[in-house]
């Protein structure tokens, strides 16, 4: 009997001993793996070594990369052992359709699917593809596109009394917004968006490429629509800061003119529209496909054949978030009550008041995920 559990243990720890074998043979290479994840009830992507209070999704990431075997268990504690770089970082319950991480891994085989094994279901690994040894996520990003996904009812005027679930977009109300979000595209300085930035830092300047709203669409009974925007780099707060701008003049709190106010050196009243809604949807590499994509090495990073499961993924489990927290919570009913408190001409002595006495629950929610410059 003892000889039967002696051979058992023998076979057990020679099988052990051959898949780590076969790991160490596997060889490590810099990949990219594109990610997509629900961020509700994380505090953010960037992980906090040390600190497991705040759960993260590069958490979850790093011990689904430990028990898959593509990374020893010592990478997983020290991450830049593996040159681990995510390319811009997403804050406390931002979701991401399109993120991407740069690692070194060890190419195992059916690597995706074991993995997305160990991961919980709203958080998946759609893609993977190599890359140049020196590739840096971050560093090699030309541009990022994000989306903000809101009910309507916030663009209607300030004065009408508002039923959430009858209000519909009109085309002319439409047509304003999409107006002034245009006028943010090209290079501005936006030290009004963010908390950050003086007047003359020279890192405040920002180049915007598009941005616009589509066409609105009703779920659950709630007409929503789509903002888009893509740009260089974004910094802590900008894009919330840029949405909830237009959404004061739309709706009569606010001047056009206070646009052009923004760009200037004087410290305007900038409200934060509420996190909820955000969503990187894409990265761009366009430097970098145009160097490498073509070299018979090294693929494009684009991502066509994932398109439709990134589509997938986006209804089963990033949209119903949002309009199901949007419903339980009203975060932007919440916000857009409090539109009222803030004094769109004050100065910077003007605002350190206003701003004590208007702390609201979007005051607590940390930046937009949009500080690429920040890991």
Partial sequence: ???????????????????????????????????????????????????????????????????????????????????????????????????????????????????????????????????????????????????YMLPTFAFAPKDHDVQEEVYRLDKETLEKVNKLLARYKGTHNFHNFTSQKGPRDPSAKRYIMEMYCGEPFVRENIEFAVIKVKGQSFMMHQIRKMIGLVIAIVKGYAAESIIELCWGEEKVD????????????????????????????????EWTEEEEKIAV???????????????????????????????????????????KNSKNSSDLEGSDGCDDESD
């Fill in 1 to 147: 009997e003892e000889n039967g559990h002696q051979n058992k243990r023998l076979k057990r720890d020679a099988g052990e001993e051959d898949a780590e074998d076969q790991n160490k043979k596997s060889p490590k290479r810099k990949i990219v793996l594109l990610m997509a994840y629900s961020g509700k009830g994380y505090h953010g992507m960037q992980r906090n070594v040390g600190s497991s209070q705040f759960k993260t999704i590069e958490d979850d990431l790093v011990s689904a990369l430990v028990q898959s075997g593509c990374i020893p268990e010592n990478h997983g504690e020290d991450m830049k052992k593996m040159s681990f770089q995510r390319c811009a970082r997403t804050d406390k319950g931002v979701s991401a359709a399109g993120q991407i991480v740069s690692l070194k891994v060890r190419l195992i085989d059916d690597i995706l699917e074991k993995i997305n094994n160990h991961l919980p279901s709203h958080i998946r690994i759609l893609g993977l593809k190599r890359v140049t040894g020196g590739f840096n996520s971050k560093n090699k990003c030309d541009a990022r596109t994000y989306s």
């Fill in 270 to 301: 900038v409200p934060k529209a509420p996190g909820l809604g955000l969503v990187l949807e894409r990265v761009h590499f366009e430097k970098y496909n145009r160097r490498f994509g073509n070299d018979g090495l090294h693929e494009p990073l």
């Fill in 313 to 355: 993924f986006k209804e089963q489990y990033i949209y119903p978030t949002i309009i199901n927290t949007e419903r339980e919570e009203k975060s932007m009913v919440n916000w857009l009550n409090t539109l009222s408190i803030h004094d769109f001409s004050s100065s910077a002595v003007g605002m350190q008041a206003n701003n």
